[in-house]
């Protein structure tokens, strides 16, 4: 039997993103034309942007706090966020969730774990990449990370806030993207 998923969403691009995979990848497992019952909440994204420009995670946490329940209320038994950058306020959350979360970082670090990889490179908004949420989870599986430069972060920054969020994807944004990693692999 499978469990009701609640997505808490932030920004519309990754929500639609990720209802979309859970459709299209669930009748691997579920059988043709198959997917788990879903349900998603969502704040808009300048209330959480109002919130992370002056650094208040807790009321970030609120925000989802308040989706977490609505969610429970339509019969969702677990939560899932795609925002990475939001999972800085899941310290705050997940002691009053009523539902159990399942980590975005926790996910990618056990399957890079499984799959052999010993360093990440990380990548994302720059509050996502200058805090804590991936460093956790993959020191604690042995893992070890490095991050883009200031200038990276900031060019890459620039690209998810005014292109993607938007569902803008230039091909100068891709090769941004790639120069950074490639960058990353060639560290010694």
């Known amino acids: 039997m499978t469990q009701h998923i609640g997505i808490v969403a932030c920004s519309a691009e990754g929500a639609a993103l990720c209802y979309r995979t859970i459709c299209v990848e669930s009748p691997q497992l579920l059988g043709a034309h198959a997917h788990p019952e879903?349900?998603?909440h969502g704040h808009s994204l300048a209330d959480y942007m109002a919130c992370i420009d002056r650094d208040d995670?807790?009321?970030?946490g609120e925000l989802m706090?308040?989706?977490a329940h609505k969610l429970a209320g339509a019969g969702a038994q677990f939560l899932i966020c795609p925002d990475n950058t939001i999972h800085q306020a899941l310290p705050?959350?997940?002691?009053r969730s009523p539902l159990p979360w399942l980590h975005i970082a926790g996910v990618v670090a056990q399957a890079a774990a499984?799959?052999?990889?010993r360093c990440l490179g990380l990548t994302g908004t720059r509050w996502l990449v200058e805090s804590d949420?991936?460093?956790?989870?993959?020191?604690?599986?042995?893992l070890s990370y490095v991050r883009p430069s200031a200038a990276e972060r900031e060019a890459i920054n620039r690209i998810i806030m005014e292109e993607l969020v938007y569902g803008?994807?230039?091909?100068?944004a891709v090769?941004?993207?790639?120069?950074t990693m490639q960058r990353r692999v060639a560290m010694p």
């Open 38 to 40: 879903v349900t998603l």
């Open 175 to 179: 090769v941004q993207f790639q120069s």
């Open 92 to 95: 705050y959350v997940e002691p």
């Open 133 to 142: 949420v991936y460093p956790q989870q993959l020191t604690a599986r042995g």
């Open 57 to 60: 995670w807790q009321a970030v």
């Open 65 to 67: 706090l308040s989706s």
């Open 168 to 172: 803008v994807f230039e091909p100068r």
């Open 114 to 117: 499984e799959r052999g990889y």
